[in-house]
């Protein structure tokens, strides 16, 4: 089936001559092959997201191009004359895909606006908006790594397009020939005709516009703040220069070497701007220039990372130090100006600081979780995470209290809590975005096993069970371990991917599970 794949997309997938080159090179390489084509690219409610490249598995002109069909068939099943948004970050092919997607909107019968150039994703929810459009895209993988890019899709109310919309694009693209039946036009002549428009400027202006509308301090003199500001080699350099502009921040150093739009991101491999080596390169900027206050915002600038000068250093601050910062302020003003309502109320999440209560109660706001539908949950920190142990419980303080009882009363202690938590809270902070190759991993797995004969029964974001029998178990535990590898020999055997597990071990187990059937 992978080799069937594989051999169809070196006879049609010749739109891209990057594609052409990567097909070649991977002919004589089995598990490359095995790689791109195993399963196709996964389309939910945040769109696509994957590797760069050739095959099913991974983002290119023919994954988005069927991708486009299957949204372009939801807008026509709701809307006659329809009408799509469309923007890109700066990351590798990210104007190509969405020149694709564009292409591919036209040709069934969708009006397209479409950015003339890079913009942030925020700037695409409001043009889906401000544009009366029945859905929109942005071509972004966010603050992932150079080698992926993404698809994110939004409904009409410019949000993530919603779990029955994701549905019905789902399955059109699960009924779509990706070479035969993604109808598509010439870019080109598609903007001579007047089905594609490019987003005028007046667009722009208006979006800055509302986000000036939203001060709660337009009083506020900030004519002496200094400021170096980095767009990590993304779409935030214009807009975000241009909206300190607006407010009267005058003195804005822009990092040079991260100015300029670059989607190998050379001097921030990993583009997250809330993490200390995406500030290298300011900071070390800030030695000369002395400024007050540093900002770096992600790829598609929907993120933004703050350093302050505390005198001797520059402190970065966390997402939960910025609320905790931003709630104050925001209450504070609205106070003062008068515009607090009389039972104001704020949601935090479940990774917010419990700062923000306090802060809150101090306004007579009221606090609400976002799970408060929820007794609990937990999150564990080892694994994909990578923390070395450690899980997270969430949930009431009664109920928390409860559980610190009962876990003193099994024998369980605290007394390295903080050692653990260092390590989770960097897990957190890095870790999560890589999940995905996790469960990638372990649906790749599965689906080679099913190939050499193994009785896989379930396959869950990254955990796989294969029934072995008890006849069975204790041989292939043994066989495996004679090869260097351990598994909990048992009648259901449960494997479970995670950030020390890489391609080419899971292979190698495969091969081995194969080598004990065929015994």
């Known amino acids: 089936m992978v080799n069937e794949k594989y051999q169809l997309w070196c006879e049609k997938a010749v739109a891209d001559p990057d594609l052409v080159k990567e097909l070649e090179s991977m002919k004589d390489d089995g598990a490359a092959i095995s790689d791109a084509f195993y399963k196709d690219l996964e389309f939910g409610t945040g769109g696509l997201r994957g590797v760069i490249g050739a095959g099913t598995n991974r983002m290119n002109i023919y994954t ?143 979006y800055l516009n509302c986000v000036l509308a939203c001060r709660v301090a337009p009083e506020a003199d900030v004519k002496s703040l200094k400021v170096i500001y980095t767009p990590l080699h993304g779409s935030g350099n214009k807009p975000v220069r241009s909206i300190l502009r607006k407010i009267g921040v005058k003195n804005v150093t822009v990092v040079p070497e991260q100015e300029m739009p670059n989607g190998n991101f050379p001097t921030a491999p990993y583009p997250n701007p809330e993490i200390r080596q995406a500030f290298e390169c300011a900071l070390k900027l800030a030695e000369t220039v002395k400024p007050d206050l ?23 601050l966390s997402g939960n130090d910025v609320g905790a910062l931003l709630l104050d302020f925001v209450l504070s003003r609205r106070k003062a100006n008068g515009t607090l309502p009389k039972k104001p109320i704020a949601v935090k999440t479940i990774v917010t600081t419990e700062l923000c209560r306090k802060i809150a109660a101090d306004y007579g706001c009221e606090l609400r979780d976002i799970t408060r539908y929820c007794d609990s949950f937990t999150i564990c920190l080892s694994k994909g995470l990578g923390a ?39 897990a957190l902070q890095n870790n999560v975005a890589r999940l995905k190759e996790d469960h990638d991993n372990a649906a790749w797995m599965a689906e080679q096993l099913r190939a050499v004969g193994a009785d896989v029964m379930r396959h869950d974001t990254n955990m796989l069970f294969v029934r072995v029998g008890e006849a069975r178990a204790t041989a292939l535990g043994e066989y495996l371990r004679e090869r260097g590898v351990l598994i909990n020999a048992s009648p259901i055997v449960r494997l479970v991917t995670h950030i020390d597990v890489n391609r080419q071990q899971l292979a190698e187990v495969v091969s081995h599970w194969q080598a004990f059937l065929n015994r």
């Open 294 to 316: 540093l900002l770096a915002t992600d790829p598609d600038c929907d993120r933004v990372g703050i350093a302050v000068n505390t005198g001797d250093d520059y402190k970065l």
């Open 64 to 206: 988005v191009g069927k991708a486009s069909q299957g949204l372009a068939a939801y807008v026509n099943s709701v809307k006659q004359n329809g009408k799509i948004a469309v923007a890109y970050d700066s990351r590798i092919k990210s104007e190509l895909f969405a020149r694709t997607a564009a292409s591919v909107f036209a040709a069934n019968g969708i009006k397209v606006y479409i950015y003339k150039e890079l913009m942030p994703t925020p700037m695409l929810s409001y043009a889906v908006r401000r544009l009366g459009c029945d859905a929109g895209v942005v071509v972004t993988a966010s603050h992932n790594p150079a080698k992926y890019n993404g698809y994110k899709a939004y409904g009409p109310d410019g949000c993530q397009l919603g779990l029955e919309a994701a549905d019905y694009v789902l399955s059109i693209m699960n009924k779509v020939d990706i070479f035969d039946e993604v109808k598509t036009v010439d870019f080109d002549t598609a903007v001579k005709n007047g089905s594609i428009e490019f987003i005028g400027d007046d667009v722009i202006e208006d």
């Open 388 to 426: 070395p142990v450690g899980s997270l419980l969430v949930g009431s303080e009664e109920y928390i209290r409860r559980a610190i009882r009962w876990r003193k009363m099994v024998g369980g202690g605290m007394r390295q809590a903080g050692i653990l938590a260092a390590a989770g809270l960097y």
